[in-house]
C-alpha cells in the first residue's frame, strides 16, 4: 500500500493525456477547467433567467398594471413567484455557482499547481447534480399553479401548507431544487477543501496560498458548517408540504420561528460564502493592477477567520420582528456590529494596498475598484440594520432591499464581470476587447448606483417590500415616489441593454480576440506561467514554489513581478 | 493504508460496547430520572468515544480532525443555545401577563 | 502498482490520504445534518411539547437489539480492514458481507418496528414525536442503505485485487452511522421522561 507515498516522491508527469472525444472532452468532463467553465456558464445563463425576473417585476412597480413589453401582465400571485425565483436564482444559481464552483474549480489547481482535482470525478458528479437541480428549479415555473412564491426566505406556515402558498408543486419543487443545489456543493466542496489541503505543490506553505484559494475554502467551510442544519429544515419543510407534518405549524406543536431559526443559521454565514471568494478575486486583482505587493497578508487572512467564526453569531439579525426573545435581540446586535470590525480592517488592507502603487486602469481593475466602492456603501448601511432599535423600523423595508443588493450585486455581478474579465485570457487564449469592456463597466456600474441608491429613499419613506402594486397604498401611491421607482426602472432596462455589450465582446473575443501570452498581466500566481488556454493536465512539468503570491515591484530585482515558481537566483 | 500502528484488540473494545450497552439498557429500570440521563447520555457519550477513538483510528489520526469534529459539534451548540430562548419560551407574546395563567399557550395551540 | 488518475489525488500535504481527509469532511458536514435534527429533536422535547411523552411507547428491546446488530456489524468492517492492510482479500470479502448482512438485519427488525407502531396507528403525521422519529430513524436507514450498496460494490472491488483503501473510507463511515445510532437509541428509546 506504498501507492500513495510513492507517487508524492515520483511527482513527474505521467503523458498518456490522449485526446479525448468530444463527449467526454465537454460534455462529461472530468478536467477542472472545463467543469469550473461549465458552472459559469450555467451560472451566466441562469443569471439571465434572474434577470429577466427583475425586469419583469420593477416594470410592474413602474407601471402598474400594464403589460410588460416580452413578458405579458403580471399579476399579484405571479409578483410573488417572479420576486421569489429572482432571489433564489441570484444567490444559489448564480452567486454560488460561478464565484465559488465555477471559479473555485477553474483557479484552486491551477493556482496551488497541481493537474487537477483530488476527485475528478467527484467534480463532475457535483456539476450533474447541480445541473438537475436549476432544471427542477426551471420546471417547477410550469407546473400547476406556478413556481413558488413564498420568498426566498420561505418561511412556514406560508411555505408548508398548500392552500396558503397556493403553489401545492411549486413550493415541493422550489425545496426539492435547493436541496439538491446543496448536495452539490457539498460534495463540491468537500473536494475543494481536500485538494487545497493536500494537493498543494512542493514548497507552497500555507501562507504562500494565493488569498483567492483561501478565501474559497474558507467560505466552503463555512457553507459546510452552516448549511447541515437547513438541510435538515429543508427534510422537515418538505415533509410538512407532502406528507402533513407538522414541524413548523404551530396547530400541530411545531414552531415556525425554528425554520426560520434553521434557515438564517445557514442564510447569514452564506452572505460571507458568496463575499469572501469575490473578496479573494479583488486581491488578486489590485495586487496585479496596482503593482504592489497585498498590504497585511496575515492580517487579511486573520480577518477572513474572524469574519467567517462572527458570521455564525449573527443570524437572528435578521429576526428582530419575528418575535424572538429581546434579550437575544440584545446578544445579536452586539455581534452583528462586531462583525464589521474585521471586514472594515479588509478593505482597509486594500486600501492600502492601492497607496503609491502605480494603478493601471484595466477593465479588471475597473471592476476590483468599483466592487470597493460598492461595497462599502452596502456593509456601512448594514451597520444601520444591525442595531435592533433601528431595524424595527427599517425591516422589511425597501431600505433593507437596497443595502442588499448594494452588498449582493457587487459580490455577484461585479465580482463575476472582474474575475472574467482578469482570467478571460487564461480561460480561452485570447484578450477581450479594453474599449468595449470599458464601456460595458460604466454602463453597468452607473445604472447599478441609479437602481439601488433611490430605493434607500424609498425605504426611510416607508416604502415595504414584496408588495406588487402601491397603487392600493395612498401613503406611497403619489406621483414622488411613482417618478423614483420608474428612475429605478428606467435604470434597471438600461443596465440590462449594456449586458448586450459583455455579451457580444465575451464570444466575439472568445474566437476572434487577440491572442492571448502565457502571463498578459505580468502577474505572479502559478496560472500565469503556463500557456493559456492551458492544456489537460495543466502543467508539462509540475512547479516547485519559492515564495508568496504578491512579490510585486520587489527592490533591486529588474522586473517588477517574481512569479512564484522561479528559482532565486544564486548570489 | 501505510502507517504502521499496531491496531487495538478490536473484540476486546466490542466487548467494552456490548457491556456499556447492557447498563444503558438497564439504567431506567432503577426509575430515577437523573441516574437515567447518565446511563443513558453518559454512557452514549463513552460508547461513541471507544468507537471513534479505535474503529475509526482517531486515536491514530492527526489531531486536527479531532479539533474538526469538535469543533462541529461546538458549533452546533451555539445553534442551539441560540434558538433555544426563541423555541422554548412560548410563553410568548405579552411576555408577563400569560406566564402565570398559560392562557395565551393554550390561544395558540 | 500502477498510477491512475491525476497525480493532484496522490499528493498528501497534510500526512492524511486525500481519501481519508475527505470522508472526515463528508462525515464533518454530517455532523450537522443529524445534529440539526438532533438539535430540533432536542428543543421540543425539553419544552415539555404535548406527545413526546410517546417515547415510552418505543420497544427499547427492539432499539437494544439493533444497537446490538449496529456494534458487530462495526465490529465485521474493522476487522475486513485489519484483513486488507494484511493482504487478506478473500477474508476481508468475506467480513464486508458479515457487515452487509449485518445492515440487513438491522433494516429487518427496523421494517418490524415500523409495521408495528403503524398497526397501532402511530403514523408520521400523530404528532411531533413520531414525526421526529419517522424522520430521524428514516433519515439513519438511508444511510445504512447507502452504505450497504457502496460495500457491495467495494467488496468486488477489493476481490479483484484494487482500491483496498476504500475498504478503511467505508468503514470510517460506517462506524458514523453506528455512531448516530448510538444517539438516537437513548433519545428516541430509554429517555420516555
Known amino acids: 500500500m506504498s501507492q500513495a507515498a510513492a507517487a508524492v516522491q515520483t511527482d513527474t508527469h505521467a503523458e498518456h493525456h490522449e485526446e479525448l472525444s468530444f463527449l467526454y472532452k465537454y460534455i462529461l468532463p472530468v478536467d477542472h477547467k472545463i467543469i469550473g467553465m461549465q458552472y459559469i456558464f450555467t451560472g451566466m445563463i441562469m443569471a439571465i433567467i434572474g434577470g429577466y425576473f427583475a425586469y419583469a417585476f420593477r416594470m410592474q412597480l413602474a407601471f402598474p398594471g400594464e403589460l410588460v413589453p416580452l413578458y405579458g401582465l403580471v399579476g399579484p400571485g405571479e409578483y410573488n413567484m417572479l420576486v421569489t425565483n429572482h432571489g433564489t436564482i441570484m444567490i444559489f444559481w448564480v452567486a454560488m455557482p460561478v464565484l465559488i464552483a465555477g471559479f473555485g474549480n477553474y483557479l484552486i489547481p491551477l493556482m496551488i499547481g497541481c493537474d487537477d482535482m483530488v476527485f475528478p470525478r467527484l467534480n463532475r458528479l457535483s456539476y450533474q447534480i447541480f445541473l438537475v437541480s436549476a432544471l427542477v428549479l426551471i420546471a417547477s415555473f410550469f407546473v ?12 412556514p406556515p406560508l411555505s408548508s401548507v398548500a392552500e396558503y402558498s397556493l403553489t401545492d408543486w411549486g413550493a415541493s419543487l422550489w425545496i426539492l431544487a435547493v436541496a439538491l443545489e446543496f448536495v452539490s456543493f457539498l460534495l463540491g466542496g468537500i473536494n475543494f477543501v481536500t485538494t487545497s489541503m493536500n494537493a498543494r505543490a512542493p514548497g507552497m506553505k500555507m501562507l504562500d496560498i494565493p488569498i483567492a484559494v483561501w478565501f474559497i475554502v474558507v467560505a466552503v467551510i463555512l457553507f459546510m458548517a452552516s448549511v447541515g442544519p437547513l438541510v435538515a429544515g429543508a427534510v422537515m419543510l418538505f415533509m410538512d408540504q407532502r406528507i402533513g407534518t407538522t414541524f413548523f405549524l404551530p396547530s400541530g406543536g411545531g414552531d415556525p420561528l425554528l425554520w426560520q431559526h434553521l434557515f438564517w443559521f445557514f442564510g447569514h454565514p452564506e452572505v460571507y460564502v458568496v463575499l469572501l471568494p469575490t473578496l479573494g478575486i479583488v486581491a ?104 435592533s432599535a433601528m431595524d424595527v423600523y427599517f425591516h422589511d423595508s425597501y431600505f433593507v432591499l437596497a443595502h442588499f443588493h448594494y452588498t449582493f450585486f457587487p459580490i455577484t455581478i461585479i465580482g463575476m464581470f472582474a474575475a472574467l474579465t482578469y482570467w478571460f485570457p487564461k480561460m480561452f487564449g485570447r484578450m477581450m476587447n479594453e474599449t468595449l469592456g470599458k464601456i460595458h463597466f460604466w454602463g453597468t456600474f452607473i445604472p447599478f448606483n441609479c437602481i439601488f441608491l433611490p430605493l434607500f429613499f424609498l425605504g426611510l419613506a416607508g416604502q415595504h417590500r414584496r408588495i406588487y402594486n402601491y397603487e392600493h397604498f395612498p401613503d406611497l401611491a403619489t406621483q414622488e415616489l411613482q417618478n423614483i421607482r420608474i428612475f429605478a426602472t428606467v435604470s434597471l432596462v438600461v443596465m440590462l441593454i449594456f449586458q448586450l455589450v459583455f455579451i457580444y465582446n465575451f464570444f466575439v473575443s472568445m474566437f476572434k480576440g487577440k491572442k492571448a501570452p502565457n502571463n498578459p498581466w505580468n502577474a505572479n500566481t502559478l496560472e500565469w506561467t503556463i500557456p493559456s488556454p492551458p492544456q489537460h493536465g495543466n502543467f508539462k512539468d509540475l512547479p516547485t514554489v519559492y515564495r508568496g503570491p504578491y512579490e510585486y515591484s520587489v527592490p533591486g530585482r529588474e522586473k517588477d513581478y517574481w512569479p512564484q515558481n522561479e528559482p532565486p537566483e544564486e548570489n | 493504508m501505510s502507517e504502521a500502528y499496531a491496531h487495538p484488540n478490536y473484540i476486546k473494545i466490542w466487548f467494552w460496547l456490548l457491556g456499556l450497552l447492557v447498563i444503558s439498557v438497564a439504567g431506567p429500570m432503577l426509575e430515577i430520572p437523573a441516574l437515567t440521563i447518565i446511563t443513558a447520555f453518559g454512557i452514549a457519550i463513552v460508547k461513541a468515544y471507544l468507537v471513534a477513538a479505535n474503529f475509526m483510528h482517531l486515536k491514530f489520526e492527526k489531531k486536527f480532525i479531532w479539533y474538526l469534529l469538535i469543533l462541529s459539534i461546538c458549533l452546533l451548540g451555539v445553534f442551539f443555545f441560540g434558538v433555544a430562548p426563541d423555541v422554548m419560551m412560548t410563553d410568548g407574546d405579552q411576555w408577563i401577563d400569560c406566564i402565570a395563567d398559560k392562557s395565551c399557550v393554550e390561544q395558540r395551540l | 502498482m500502477s498510477m491512475h488518475g491525476p497525480i493532484a489525488t496522490h499528493r498528501s500535504a497534510t500526512g492524511v490520504p486525500s481519501g481519508r481527509l475527505a470522508i472526515w469532511w463528508l462525515l464533518a458536514s454530517e455532523i450537522f445534518i443529524f445534529g440539526g435534527l438532533v438539535t430540533c429533536f432536542v428543543l421540543f422535547k425539553l419544552n415539555g411539547t404535548p406527545g413526546f411523552e410517546d417515547a415510552s411507547l418505543t420497544s427499547t428491546a427492539a432499539g437494544a437489539i439493533n444497537t446490538f446488530v449496529l456494534l458487530t456489524s462495526s465490529l465485521s468492517i474493522v476487522l475486513a ?113
Open chain 1, 284 to 387: 488578486e486583482i489590485i495586487t496585479v493592477f496596482s503593482r504592489k505587493k497585498l498590504f497585511g497578508y496575515r492580517t487579511v487572512l486573520y480577518t477572513a477567520f474572524a469574519t467567517g467564526g462572527l458570521s455564525f453569531v449573527v443570524w437572528a439579525h435578521h429576526q428582530f420582528i419575528a418575535g424572538i426573545d429581546p434579550r437575544m435581540a440584545n446578544v445579536f446586535t452586539v455581534t452583528t456590529v462586531l462583525i464589521s470590525i474585521p471586514l472594515a480592517e479588509m478593505m482597509f488592507s486594500y486600501i492600502a494596498t492601492l497607496y503609491g502603487g502605480s494603478i493601471e486602469l484595466k477593465t479588471p481593475m475597473l471592476w476590483a475598484l468599483s466592487f470597493i466602492a460598492a461595497f462599502l456603501i452596502g456593509g456601512v448601511t448594514g451597520i444601520y440594520l444591525g442595531a
Open chain 1, 144 to 155: 400547476r399553479g406556478g413556481g413558488f412564491g413564498g420568498a426566498w426566505t420561505s418561511y
Open chain 3, 81 to 193: 480492514h485489519a484483513a486488507i492492510e494484511k493482504g487478506d482479500r478473500v477474508k476481508s470479502f468475506r467480513y464486508i458481507w458479515y457487515t452487509i448482512g449485518g445492515g440487513v438485519v438491522f433494516l429487518g427488525i427496523k421494517t418490524y418496528e415500523y409495521t408495528g407502531k403503524i398497526i397501532h396507528g402511530h403514523v408520521i403525521t400523530e404528532n411531533l414525536f413520531w414525526s421526529f422519529y419517522y424522520t430521524m430513524t428514516g433519515l439513519h436507514a438511508l444511510h445504512v442503505i447507502g452504505g450497504m450498496v457502496i460495500m457491495a460494490l467495494i467488496s468486488f472491488d477489493i476481490r479483484k485485487g484494487h482500491n483496498y483503501q476504500r475498504v478503511e473510507l467505508i468503514g470510517i463511515y460506517w462506524h458514523f452511522v453506528d455512531l448516530v445510532w448510538i444517539f438516537l437509541f437513548p433519545l428516541l428509546y430509554i429517555a420516555n421522561f
